[in-house]
């Protein structure tokens, strides 16, 4: 057994980003206060107060778009989180029981909702860090389906599927997409005009640096343009509310993005994020990628030469993020989390609430051990690391 009693932290190191961004801007944090203080609800009001709010969310909306690649600020959706964004998408674009194709690598936010609304879940599965495989899978299986579903980043691997192809491939046959950027968000590239998915779905916690409990649905302009995309988006609502507009109507709005954004809008949570928003628009999402693909390397590498350390990695640069699995033979995953949290060394264990991506790699009865980097993870932090696996490795013999 891992010698796993609590002891003073030689060093403290937040690698668990692709579970929350702990680590800030101190721009969030002051955004979030100040709209505390000033900010009252939007669009239902001409006070100050209620002013300063509908200018921040509309502000926000401008910078997400701006970020994301959608033409218009309509088409930013806020939602409380990318699971609310999913469940959304796919009950617009996804019939009771019909054939969706996902990749082997989802998340339960989107294996669940696809589960509860019977629908008929084939796996395009391929092995880790082959995008040629994967477009290969999802291109004999697609004529088959009815919609597709696909994460960007894989949560437990950190590996970039190659949704453009596939969003070509869904263009070329008239299929609906869905596009899961939890773990590309802020780090990779987004853009809804050129990927041209029905909706792109994310949090505002991870890589967009923003509160918990916000995120962000983007949706194609197409379901503003199209009477008949925007008929069918209105009838598939998860909820129905006050908006501030159109009050004396019993029918949510035909427009976006009020038909999407039911109830008083989180405007701190969406104040903060904004700020997350403009502090990665300032680094550029290929600087933040630079960044934490350098420390994956060296800690995968590094990982490696640790007896009895399996690690998930190889793959091109392009195929890659900031995010790394490994176990450790003789070790239960928990534990050497455990063991590591002692140690200061914050991380993820286990299944990552994706299965499938478990049952993929073959690692669904062990799970494994997570690192996730973000812009403000340290040199030192990766070596702490790697030093605290080495003891663990060690004590074992």
Same mark, same amino acid.
């Given at each position: 057994? #891992? %010698?796993? /009693? *609590?002891?003073?932290? /030689?060093? +403290? @190191?937040?690698? %668990?980003?692709? @579970?929350? +961004?702990?680590?800030?801007? *101190?721009?969030?944090?002051s955004a979030v206060k100040n709209a505390l203080k000033k900010a009252a609800s939007t669009g239902r009001s001409q006070h100050k107060w209620a002013s300063f709010a509908q200018e921040t969310v509309f502000s926000a909306r401008e910078s997400a778009a701006?970020? $994301?690649? @959608?033409? +218009?600020?309509?088409? #930013?959706?806020?939602?409380?989180? @990318?699971?609310?964004?999913?469940?959304?998408?796919?009950?617009?674009?996804?019939?009771?029981?019909?054939?969706? $194709?996902?990749?082997?690598?989802?998340?339960? +936010?989107?294996?669940? *909702?696809?589960?509860?609304?019977?629908? %008929?879940?084939?796996?395009?599965?391929s092995r880790l860090f082959e995008p040629e495989l994967c477009e290969f899978m999802f291109g004999v299986s697609m004529d088959k389906a009815q919609a597709v579903v696909v994460n960007h980043v894989s949560n437990v691997f950190g590996y970039r599927l190659p949704v453009e192809k596939i969003s070509s491939l869904c263009r070329e046959r008239g299929i609906p997409l869905i596009i899961d950027a939890s773990q590309s968000a802020g780090s990779v590239g987004v853009d809804m005009e050129s990927l041209g998915a029905d909706f792109i779905a994310m949090p505002g916690h991870k890589g967009l640096l923003g509160p918990q409990g916000t995120g962000i649905l983007v949706v194609n302009e197409k379901y503003a343009r199209d009477a008949a995309l925007a008929k069918r988006l209105k009838e598939s609502l998860l909820m129905f509310g006050g908006t501030g507009s159109l009050s004396q109507s019993r029918e949510m709005p035909e427009a976006l993005p009020d038909m999407l954004e039911p109830g008083t809008l989180n405007v701190h949570g969406i104040a903060g994020l904004a700020a997350g928003i403009k502090y990665i628009s300032s680094l550029g999402t290929e600087n933040i990628l630079a960044h934490e693909l350098k420390l994956l390397r060296r800690t995968e590498h590094r990982l490696a030469e640790i007896p009895g350390a399996e690690v998930f990695g190889g793959g091109f640069d392009s195929d890659r993020t900031g995010v790394l699995s490994f176990t450790l033979a003789g070790h239960d995953c928990e534990e050497v989390a455990e063991c590591l949290a002692a140690r200061g060394i914050a991380v993820r264990a286990g299944l990552h609430c994706a299965p499938v991506a478990h049952e993929t790699a073959g690692t669904i009865k062990t799970g494994t051990v997570r690192v996730s980097f973000s812009p403000f993870s340290r040199k030192r932090d990766a070596e702490a690391l790697v030093r605290e696996v080495s003891v663990i490795a060690e004590d074992n013999k």
């Open positions: 057994m #891992i %010698d796993i /009693k *609590p002891k003073k932290p /030689k060093y +403290s @190191a937040y690698l %668990d980003s692709a @579970a929350t +961004s702990l680590i800030r801007p *101190p721009e969030v944090h701006e970020l $994301l690649g @959608a033409a +218009s600020p309509e088409q #930013i959706v806020f939602t409380h989180n @990318a699971t609310h964004g999913l469940n959304a998408a796919i009950n617009a674009v996804v019939p009771r029981g019909a054939r969706v $194709l996902v990749s082997g690598y989802e998340h339960n +936010s989107v294996i669940r *909702p696809l589960h509860a609304r019977g629908c %008929d879940i084939m796996l395009a599965r």
